[in-house]
């Protein structure tokens, strides 16, 4: 049996309406170890005989048989894996690829041997064979005509195929580099078969076998000169690689992508720009538009923390501490918080200026929070001691060690620093820590007085409901420390100063600034107690008769406290108003089950995480305005995606001719196309790496961590994965253009580039 056998084979071209016949009726029948040289005027088509061999072009009429198997219903899959198998071809542009080094083009033949040390050496060893160790390392483009040609054989043999073919392969050489190809390719070829196209058949004839000529088409001589001198030892030598360890096409793509991307540096660096553009772009426009995200966030009824309920009595009596004690302790909380005030986000900030910025931290304890164990600093262990948990950004102010930190003033309260801890997220809420005892104090402070004042005002009030001024106040308790018309009295003198007042029938009247109401403490005849009236505190200096006011000028009898005065009078305000407290469970899940008990009691419960719907306007503006950026991101990504595709559509005439180069050297369309989308996917790479790179110096420098919002890492692994899919998407698109021509087309066109 023949190893190739052509019946009857006819090739016609149909090309704008004209009809030429490119070869007709041929019959043919080759062998192994023959060197068949094919001879014929231009046009006779001895090149459509080599394409049809080759499986390159289509054939209409006849059979080709390939170790006897017919072949004229292959598809194009099948035509490959024929190529891929049996053939090698020689043209006479040589058809390197010009930007692969000598040995890359070799071991493209040679993707086939899975160990990379064993693909090289068999490489050089090619190499060796064809003369051209010396430059292994030299670019295609770089290389003389013989040179090329020597590559392409060594490239032919590494193939290890049955079949070699050779269209005019010393077309472009001067006559010694000839001989010395056709030389060199007899050597190369003792046990394959050899069929050389040729316009002058006496270069070849010392080598040749066999010469065949071709005349409009058809064969007109087919003469023997020879016979073989094949032995047959050397007709099994192929065989012996067949068994050999194959790598998968997945692999093959690889290694291909691998040689792809790094023979064309520029256009390879070109496209890591325009990936890093690309990524570091929707990444920049993500942080920027991250505030968005907001406007979707749950709206919690009270502070959310894990765990908490949030109760009153139905009928909104006050829960005296006692009683909350109780509760907590009947419902198996783990801790209770009974002035919980500050914890609700009704702008209960404590706030403080930073070059002429306004900073904020939220209130919280440390019953609840523990920054964990890396802070600067400690946690703190007294009343007027605050723990700072701020964003990167606050660092400027804070330093970056404990000792750095100056204390701060919440009113008139001086609080020392014990410790702060920064952090990268700036989605998160700055928080300043108390202790139990601290978060009740500043609870009391922050309830009485608006935290602008840092002063309350005592006035007082002779029995006739006349407001009296600073001199006469100091006639009345002159065992009082007055400075500058200022009464200054310590917590345990409080009592003693209202009783003195009192047995002297004047009646006091504490008034504190806040935001909400004043609460007032008024001392009326025998009966002291609390009254909490809505108070506009100017009406008591305005009331004033004019005949009490014995001296001009300002009007003001004001009393200094220090700040745990001031505490134990907001605390006896608040124990006989405040309604609400908040209890700690476990978790969340225990948190409902308490409430639902709690609410079976007869006790109004909410857990924490509760949400509550928001008034429609807001519902609506805030879903307007989250459509908005939602569609400018969009934009921005379509826009992102729209220019990376133009941008490499521009560069796909470079990958032309090299595919289609591929093509011919039987390199499976598969494995080319896994190697595009591989050197697209290795450009991907630098740009992932330099986003990673920017958000850490964004979000570590306390500068930029201001401006961009802190992504999360799902929100990175969307823009990766977005950029995955887009980029797949355009070398998808790229690879149909490139492979909707057939090989000999794109060839052509790739040659004449
Ligand atoms: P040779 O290689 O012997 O010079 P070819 O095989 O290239 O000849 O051409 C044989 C005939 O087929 C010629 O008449 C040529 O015009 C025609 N032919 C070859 N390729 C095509 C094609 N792609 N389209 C139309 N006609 C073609
Ligand atoms: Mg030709």
Redesign the pocket.
């Known amino acids: 049996m023949s190893l190739l056998t052509l019946k009857d084979i006819g090739?016609i071209?149909?090309?704008e309406g004209?009809v030429?016949?490119?070869?007709r009726g041929v019959n043919l029948s080759f062998d192994r170890g023959e060197f068949v040289a094919v001879t014929?005027?231009?046009?006779?088509?001895?090149?459509?005989?080599l394409?049809v061999i080759s499986g390159m072009d289509s054939y209409e009429e006849g059979e080709l048989f390939i170790e006897g198997q017919p072949t004229s219903h292959y598809m194009q899959k099948e035509w490959e894996e024929y190529r891929e198998k049996y053939i090698s071809f020689i043209f006479q542009d040589y058809n390197i690829i010009e930007s692969f080094t000598v040995l890359q083009n070799v071991e493209l033949s040679l993707m086939h041997i899975e160990d990379k040390k064993e693909r090289r050496a068999r490489a050089l060893e090619l190499l060796d064979r064809v003369g051209m160790t010396s430059h292994i390392r030299q670019k295609g483009s770089k290389l003389s005509g013989g040179q090329k040609q020597r590559t392409v054989i060594a490239r032919a043999l590494a193939k290890d195929s049955p079949i070699i073919l050779a269209?005019e392969p010393t077309g472009n050489l001067d006559s010694t580099t000839s001989d010395e190809i056709i030389e060199l390719l007899r050597e190369v070829s003792r046990d394959k078969l050899l069929i050389v196209?040729t316009h002058n058949f006496e270069q070849v004839e010392k080598c040749a076998t066999r010469h065949i000529r071709?005349f409009d088409?058809a064969v007109e001589s087919d003469h023997v000169i020879s016979h073989s001198e094949i032995s047959s030892d050397e007709k099994t030598v192929r065989s012996s690689s067949e068994n050999k360890k194959k790598s998968s096409d997945f692999k093959k793509g690889l290694t291909l992508g691998k040689a792809i991307f790094t023979s064309k540096p520029k256009l390879s660096f070109f496209f890591c720009l325009l990936m890093i553009i690309g990524t570091l772009g929707i990444f920049m426009v993500t942080a920027l538009c991250g505030d968005a995200a907001v406007l979707f966030e749950k709206n919690y009824m009270f502070e959310h923390i894990d765990g908490r309920v949030v109760i009153t009595t139905q009928n909104g009596e006050v829960m005296s501490e006692e009683d909350l004690k109780a509760i907590s302790e009947k419902y198996g909380a783990k801790e209770y918080l009974h002035y919980d005030i500050l914890l609700e986000d009704y702008s209960n900030y404590m706030s403080f200026e930073h070059e002429g910025e306004e900073k904020y931290l939220r209130f919280c304890y440390t019953y609840r929070e523990s920054f964990g164990e890396d802070i600067i600093g400690k946690y703190p262990q007294n009343n007027n001691e605050v723990f700072l948990y701020m964003p990167i950004s606050y660092q400027p102010m804070f330093g970056k060690s404990s000792v750095e930190i100056e204390n701060i003033y919440y009113g008139s309260m001086e609080l020392k620093v014990t410790g702060v801890k920064y952090y990268y997220d700036n989605n998160l809420t700055p928080k300043c820590l108390f202790t139990k005892e601290g978060f009740r104090t500043v609870t009391a402070l922050h309830y009485l007085f608006d935290s602008a004042s840092n002063d309350i005002r005592v006035n007082v009030f002779a029995s006739e409901g006349y407001l009296i001024n600073e001199i006469a106040l100091y006639n009345i308790v002159p065992s009082f420390d007055m400075k500058d018309g200022t009464a200054y009295i310590e917590s345990g003198e409080y009592r003693k100063f209202v009783n003195t007042l009192y047995d002297k029938n004047y009646r006091t009247q504490i008034s504190f600034t806040s935001h909400y109401y004043n609460y007032d403490y008024n001392n009326y005849g025998t009966q002291k107690a609390l009254s909490f009236t809505r108070l506009i505190e100017d009406d008591c200096i305005v009331n004033v008769p004019p005949e009490m006011n014995r001296f001009d000028g300002y009007y003001d009898g004001s009393i200094i406290v220090s700040v745990s005065l001031l505490r134990d009078i907001s605390e006896e305000v608040l124990e006989r108003s405040y309604r609400q407290a908040s209890l700690f469970f476990e978790n969340d899940k225990e948190a409902h089950a308490a409430a639902d008990k709690l609410n079976n009691d007869g006790y109004i419960a909410v857990t924490s995480d509760t949400t509550y719907t928001p008034e429609a306007t807001t519902v609506i503006i805030g879903l307007i305005v989250g459509l908005m950026v939602a569609f400018m991101w969009l934009m921005a990504i379509v826009f992102l995606a729209f220019f990376i595709g133009l941008c490499s559509n521009r560069t796909i005439g470079a990958f032309k001719s090299d595919m289609a180069i591929m093509r011919s050297m039987g390199i499976p369309v598969k494995v080319i196309k896994t190697g595009m989308y591989v050197r697209m996917l290795i450009a991907l790479i630098p740009a992932y790496i330099l986003v990673i790179a920017t958000a850490v110096l964004i979000f570590t420098t306390p500068k930029f961590n201001e401006f961009f919002t802190y992504l999360y890492a799902w929100q990175y692994a969307v823009i990766f994965i977005g950029m995955l899919i887009l980029t797949f998407r355009i070398t998808r698109g790229q690879v149909r253009k490139l492979f909707s021509e057939s090989v000999?087309?794109s060839l052509k066109g790739g040659s004449a580039e």
């Open positions: 090739k071209y149909v090309s004209n030429a016949v490119g070869i014929g005027k231009s046009g006779s088509g001895k090149s459509t005989l394409n269209d196209v071709i088409g000999k087309k």
